[in-house]
């Protein structure tokens, strides 16, 4: 089975540019996650969506912070403009609640999307 | 309003010694908890998790955790440490019902000497 996926691993930008990251869940998995992980923290939710639509946003900075997962299936966090505390690794996460009947909140990770503002 | 502390940002042992990752929680509600390790450059894995069965949990890797309630506390350990071991560990916390929605302590890294 393959596992999430997320693109660029990498990227490096100047401050006030902007920047989109990309996630492909494992097949099935209705529900996704992000994550921003900044170094030296744990990871902390930005937005969670069930299927396509949102579940909770409110920790996501809207002044800069966009995501959507229009189809139900990939989803893009965009950020613009970009900050130098935005320097972070991005982390992508899915669940399958029908796998998960308990709904522990048993998370699958992408590698991660790794943010440096200059 | 849950939490999670993870007690030492960096804990160094020697190959074979055993190893021991603090981790207090705090939640208003029953909680489920878990123990995710990183690998440089890699995503999170789930190493285990505890979800009001059995408070003594094994994992992946030779690693166990157990969750005692009185100490609000969920350390995990190992008997005897590889250099493999070697990465960061996150405690979280989630509570009933609200899957998906972790909170994750500050993490802790592993250094495993030979």
């Known amino acids: 089975e393959a596992g999430v996926a997320q693109s660029p691993r990498y990227k490096i930008i100047e401050k006030r540019q902007s920047v989109a990251f990309w996630c492909n869940p494992i097949?099935?998995?209705?529900?996704l996650y992000w994550y921003q992980q900044i170094l030296g923290q744990g990871p902390k939710l930005l937005i969670q969506?069930?299927?396509?639509?949102?579940?909770?946003d409110s920790q996501l900075p809207k002044d800069r912070f966009s995501a959507e997962r229009l189809k139900g299936v990939d989803s893009t966090l965009k950020i613009q403009p970009a900050k130098l505390e935005d320097s972070a690794v991005y982390l992508c996460?899915?669940?399958?609640?029908?796998?998960?009947?308990?709904?522990?909140?048993?998370?699958?990770f992408g590698e991660g999307s790794r943010l440096t503002v200059l | 309003a849950q939490s999670v502390t993870q007690l030492g940002s960096h804990v160094s042992v020697s190959e074979g010694a055993l190893v021991l990752l603090r981790c207090n929680y705090s939640?208003?509600?029953?909680?489920?908890l878990f123990w995710y390790v990183q690998y440089p450059n890699q995503g999170l894995q789930l190493l285990l998790k505890?979800?009001?069965?059995?408070?003594l949990v094994k994992g992946i890797n030779g690693f166990e955790a157990e969750f005692k309630k009185s100490e609000t506390s969920f350390h995990l350990t190992k008997p005897s440490a590889h250099m493999s071991d070697a990465a960061e560990y996150f405690c979280?916390?989630?509570?009933?019902?609200?899957?998906?929605?972790?909170?994750f302590g500050q993490g802790t890294e592993l250094s495993v000497k030979p």
């Open positions: 505890y979800t009001s069965a059995a408070t």
């Open positions: 097949s099935g998995h209705a529900t």
């Open positions: 939640s208003s509600v029953p909680p489920y």
């Open positions: 969506f069930q299927n396509n639509g949102v579940v909770d």
């Open positions: 996460a899915s669940t399958d609640p029908r796998g998960d009947r308990l709904n522990t909140g048993e998370l699958f």
């Open positions: 979280a916390v989630s509570g009933y019902n609200q899957g998906g929605k972790l909170i």
